[in-house]
């Protein structure tokens, strides 16, 4: 472990194309019941749901004056505008979002999203007072051809480096290989470790070691209740982002549980 202050622990759930309005109430009190039932667990971890945008509402109602947390899982870089089928940051906000993803892998890959789009939309989180979750990781065959290092460094550098230190601090990565993501195949501990230590230092290099340092580092892929207390045995890793997992309130509390407790 190569810190010895731990930043605080964060874990998402990512709920991407699933749950309805009331379906999504339901699992959002299911958690925040879990959460009030592990008092202590939950001071020492941040927890937040993505819903897809229909259910954002219903969700912000179910989870009113618990501690988690509210996220959106995309937003167009214009606050409004001619842009049909398009939502904004200041309507997300509006919803009781306070954070939203940006760049995760299934819009870069399924959606053409670039670098340069990603980070306009980071940009627009930012002016639209939304922490935004910056979602950066390797193809496959990135990976296989050695190139996780350089996507990694492009990725994080195109979107920090038009930001300002204390902009920067107001963000979270999500380091999430996209051979992970709904697969079954989470990354090794090591993976992770290795593949956050070059964020971490991507970061310092173009934001500064201050704000770099202070940011969570955020791991994707395949995570659940029984591979997540790995990962979080390494102070590199500050918690998780979670796609199906977090669709079962118990199994995704128990991920932020492991969380809570990781040395
Ligand atoms: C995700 O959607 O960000 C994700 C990590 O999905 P899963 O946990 O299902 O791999």
């Not at 300002?164 to 195949?185: C, L, M």
């Not at 997540?228 to 549980?257: C, N, T």
Request: aromatic share 4%; with cysteine.
């Amino acid at each position: 472990m190569s810190r010895v202050t731990r930043r605080p622990r964060f874990v998402a759930g990512n709920w991407k194309m699933h749950r309805t309005p009331a379906e999504g109430a339901a699992l959002a009190r299911e958690c925040v019941a879990l959460a009030a039932a592990d008092a202590a667990g939950a001071t020492r971890v941040q927890v937040a749901v993505f819903p897809p945008f229909p259910a954002l509402s219903a969700v912000a109602s179910a989870i009113a004056g618990s501690g988690v947390r509210l996220g959106a899982q995309n937003l167009h870089p214009e606050p409004q505008g001619a842009f049909t089928g398009e939502v904004s940051g200041p309507m997300l906000a509006a919803v009781g979002c306070s954070l939203v993803l940006v760049g995760h892998s299934e819009r870069r890959h399924g959606m053409g999203e670039t670098d340069a789009v990603v980070a306009a939309k980071t940009r627009a989180a930012l002016r639209d007072g939304l922490t935004p979750v910056v979602c950066v990781g390797e193809t496959l065959a990135e990976r296989e051809s050695e190139r996780t290092a350089e996507v990694l460094v492009r990725q994080v550098t195109a979107v920090y480096a038009g930001l300002s230190a204390a902009q920067a601090a107001d963000t979270v990565v999500a380091y999430e290989p996209v051979w992970a993501i709904g697969t079954g195949k989470v990354a090794s501990p090591e993976q992770a470790v290795e593949a956050h230590r070059i964020i971490r230092a991507t970061l310092d290099q173009v934001v500064g070691a201050e704000a770099g340092g202070s940011m969570a580092v955020l791991y994707g892929g395949s995570v659940n209740g029984d591979n997540a207390a790995a990962l979080f045995a390494h102070s590199e890793v500050d918690g998780a982002l979670v796609g199906g997992a977090s669709l079962q309130a118990a199994g995704f509390w128990r991920i932020a549980a492991a969380a809570a407790a990781a040395p």
